[in-house]
């Protein structure tokens, strides 16, 4: 090829607009890690201003399973960025053949541990010759499991840790068996925002933000929403909202077998008129909140970042099983009692900083570190197969049984039938349809109801 000559125009960028879109794919198996890894997506990928900005296009997907959410709990996440209509449901197989199919360059997986394990497996044993950027993590406050749930996630190339708290303690567990810990990434929950607190005159409105298994035992729930109404009745004036995540016979992230709206109807004496169950998109309830309360909430977190009065209660004691323990040090921790006499806790500002809260005005940043490692993998062109921590070496008699369920074999291989070719045909779509909806009212109606008949007679 001759020299170009200086008179010979060097050659025109390619416009963003006119560049290949940047393809994501958000797999999600309930209602709050859909929101979690949605609104991730969106903090990874966004774009700077200017003419460089690469278009982005991101696919819902949802894991078929117990709490695979409802039209109705996504619509109420709130806005993520992606249009509910085009999210679909898939099999972990489905999953799979569509990353093949589809030449994702980034792949958000917002799973339980054993979901993100095995698709990590089921990625590998795909061997593309392009594969797609992996990244996972965490939708709140990690309290439980915390070896099990991490070793579960090793292998993608991003794990988020939502604090510098969280991330010392994940890179800790990595290194504390031998796993390369390098995937661990400080950022932060990405849906903590809203106007910061400044209350308004005349308004006075205590929300109570409730679990769907903490706690989990017919008494103690029962003992929370009776002093929540009596919180009521001692301060007519006051608002008193109760604010659920779920319908009856929905499910969630976890399991609930005794929804508050079911405990209300039974309380004796009836609700006061200034007490309310609500629903809704949690950020819209925050907007006329003057005080939170919870046991363990994610919502004390994004509370905080708006600076809103927060309290952790101690009624029930401060224990791992409730996760209130997370809370040690927060300042937080408090009992009914006190707030019904009109004390507020005030949060400890060292505290605060550790824990990705961000209300110092630095949540502008949170996602730059992370940003920057995906924008290195995703330019650094063929990536080596994930290489989870946990494989048929290491694990045998751990490993079979998570894949098992995802209906992939020890190798991350599809089991034989698990891949069913498509039914032609809408009718035949509907009938499907109709019976895997009638499959999960069952498994909800044995969790809710026959579960936990079983278990008294147990106790008897």
Known sequence: MPPRTSNEAEPAETPAALRPALRVAVLADSDTRWKWGALTARRLTAAADGPDARPVEISGLLLRGRATPTPRQLAEVGEVGIDIERVREVTAVEFLHTVRDEGYDLVVLAL?????????????????????????????????????????????????????????????????VGADASAVTEAALPFLGGAPYRGEEGRDTVVFAAQPSVPDSRADRTYLLRRLVEHARLHPRREVLLKLRSKPGEHTTHIEELPYQKLA?????????????????????????????????????????????????????????????????????????????????????RWLAGQGVAADGSYGTAYDTARAKVTALLAAGQLPPPAPYYTPATAPGYLPGILGRHHLAPDGTPLPGAAAPQEPGRVRGAVRETVRNAARGAYRQGVQRVAPVIRRMGEL
């Open 112 to 176: 339980v541990g054993g979901g993100v394990q095995a698709m990590l497996h089921g990625l590998a044993a795909l061997d593309l010759p392009r594969r797609p950027v992996v990244v996972t993590g965490y939708v709140g406050v990690v309290y439980e499991k915390l070896a099990d749930g991490l070793l579960l996630r090793h292998g993608a190339d991003v794990v988020l840790a939502n604090s510098a708290h969280d991330a010392e303690r994940f890179r800790a567990v990595y290194e504390g």
């Open 265 to 349: 109807q039974r309380l004796p004496g009836g609700l006061p008129p200034n007490f309310r169950l609500v629903y809704g998109h949690m950020g819209e309830v925050l907007d006329r909140t003057d005080l939170l309360v919870t046991v363990s909430s994610t919502a004390a977190l994004e509370s905080l970042h708006r600076r809103i009065p927060t309290a952790v209660l101690t009624d029930l004691g401060v224990r791992e099983t409730l996760g209130n323990h997370h809370f040690v040090g927060s300042g937080l921790l408090t009992s009914w009692d006190r707030l019904d006499g009109g004390i507020r806790p005030r949060p400890d500002g």
